[in-house]
């Protein structure tokens, strides 16, 4: 009897857990979609770029240096947008 209290427990572990996976969900727009695909990188993609850092160090260095020329700062330093400013204040 108590294996077939724990056999009926684990299938409806399994068959929910593929009902969740497979139900019809709300669709998205192009909008919504674009939206979150800038937004995240995702949860594989995450843990992925965790345990290159881990197992590389160099590959964590580099992923926080394209962040950095991403948001606009080069050797520490954030670039202006008018070179003609650094220019008229030399002179």
């Known amino acids: 009897m108590k294996d077939l209290i724990g056999l009926a427990?684990?299938?409806?572990?399994?068959?929910g857990g593929l009902y969740l996976l497979t139900r019809p969900q709300k669709p998205l727009t192009?909008?919504?979609?674009?939206?979150?695909?800038?937004?995240?990188?995702?949860?594989?993609?995450?843990?992925?770029?965790?345990l290159q850092k881990f197992l590389d160090p160099a590959a964590g260095k580099a992923a926080e240096v394209q962040e950095d020329f991403r948001q606009g700062y080069l050797d520490g330093e954030q670039e202006s947008g008018d070179d003609n400013e650094n220019v008229n204040r030399e002179s």
């Open 30 to 50: 192009t909008e919504e979609f674009e939206k979150r695909a800038a937004e995240n990188r995702g949860m594989m993609g995450a843990g992925m770029l965790g």
């Open 9 to 15: 427990f684990i299938l409806l572990v399994v068959f």
